[in-house]
């Protein structure tokens, strides 16, 4: 093996380990969004409120 692979090889594996955490952080903000998101639902569920809706029912627009 010459030296120009084995830096090649390096930089490879630096890439799929920078890769792998990467992946790994997106999945921990993502996994953290969505419990703030599904508390957010339960808390408005217990309180009964339902979310804001513009015509609140009073209207169906149907000419779509």
């Known amino acids: 093996?010459?030296?120009s692979s084995i830096m090649s090889n390096n930089v490879l594996e630096?890439?799929?380990?920078?890769?792998?955490?990467?992946?790994?952080?997106?999945?921990?903000?993502?996994?953290?969004?969505a419990v703030v998101m599904?508390?957010?639902?339960n808390s408005s569920a217990k309180a009964g409120t339902s979310?804001?809706?513009?015509?609140?029912?009073?209207?169906?627009d149907i000419s779509g």
């Not at 630096?14 to 969004?33: D, I």
């Not at 599904?38 to 639902?41: G, P, V």
């Open 1 to 3: 093996m010459n030296i």
């Open 51 to 60: 979310a804001p809706h513009p015509t609140l029912g009073k209207s169906v």
């Open 14 to 33: 630096l890439q799929r380990t920078l890769s792998m955490n990467l992946l790994k952080s997106q999945m921990a903000t993502q996994a953290a969004q």
């Open 38 to 41: 599904l508390e957010d639902f």
